[in-house]
């Protein structure tokens, strides 16, 4: 059974992708709906799916930015997107991302069908070449693993302690570690980690600022917006304003 990633921002449509991806009984399941692309990055942080159906607008990060960032760290996750609008320009994008299909709203049980019977060859023929190997984790030096895990926890938080229980070392020898190699310390990395991912929300999503720092775990938007200003030169509303400006 492959496992399917339906994110569509409206609800009724979920309902009958999902039953129509039922409808075609092909072994595919749908194992988590998300209501956008921002959702779903967040559920791939951590799961894994054989297969994402995308719509293309929806609030707060739309289908192709989802795809994009997806794209940055996962090369290799299958993407269809699906759309109530034909225009050519989202086919573009979307084939210059690597979507392998792109189909119209409403989907037909017979047009679903041929795409998941297409994607299931696609795999098939995939599997019969050699796949590249990927340096394992136990190939990682402790600090490699202990960066890994930073960005793997993002937009969450992640302790000195949590980092050197991960790798099995002492706090204290891992920090000392990590100052030697990365030229800065654990905190201050993590730190310029979680404003990194602050910049990239303000860039890419609708969010409202207050609730960037609660996904980031600031409860005071104030000293939020202070510590963003201290690394990034701008306040969040600063930085926003600055980009908006930039577009037009």
């Not at 890994?148 to 302690?161: F, S, Y």
């Not at 654990?186 to 600022?209: C, N, P, Q």
Request: net charge neutral.
């Amino acid at each position: 059974m492959y496992n399917v990633l339906l994110v569509e921002d409206e609800r009724w449509v979920r309902t009958a992708v999902r039953r129509t991806i039922e409808r075609t009984s092909l072994p595919f399941q749908v194992v988590q709906e998300c209501q956008n692309g921002l959702e779903a990055l967040d559920w791939l942080h951590h799961q894994r799916a054989d297969l994402v159906l995308a719509d293309i607008r929806m609030p707060v990060m739309d289908g192709l930015t989802f795809l994009s960032q997806l794209r940055e760290r996962d090369t290799t996750t299958s993407i269809v997107l699906v759309s109530g609008h034909d225009d050519f320009k989202y086919v573009q994008q979307g084939l210059r991302l690597g979507v392998f299909d792109y189909m119209l709203k409403p989907v037909e049980t017979e047009e679903m069908q041929a795409c998941l019977r297409k994607w299931m060859d696609s795999v098939g023929s995939q599997r019969l070449e050699a796949k590249p190997e990927a340096k394992d984790a136990a190939e990682l030096t402790p600090v490699e693993r202990v960066v890994q895990l930073i960005h793997e926890r993002l937009p969450g938080e992640i302790t000195l302690t949590d980092a050197a229980a991960a790798v099995h070392l002492n706090p204290s020898y891992v920090s000392q570690l990590f100052k030697q190699r990365m030229n800065q310390t654990f905190v201050d990395y993590v730190l310029h980690a979680r404003m990194g991912e602050a910049e990239r929300l303000l860039k890419l999503t609708s969010l409202r600022i207050s609730e960037i720092a609660d996904r980031l775990g600031y409860t005071d938007v104030a000293y939020f917006s202070n510590t963003f200003k201290r690394i990034k030169q701008y306040t969040p509303s600063e930085y926003r304003k600055r980009l908006t400006e930039a577009g037009k």
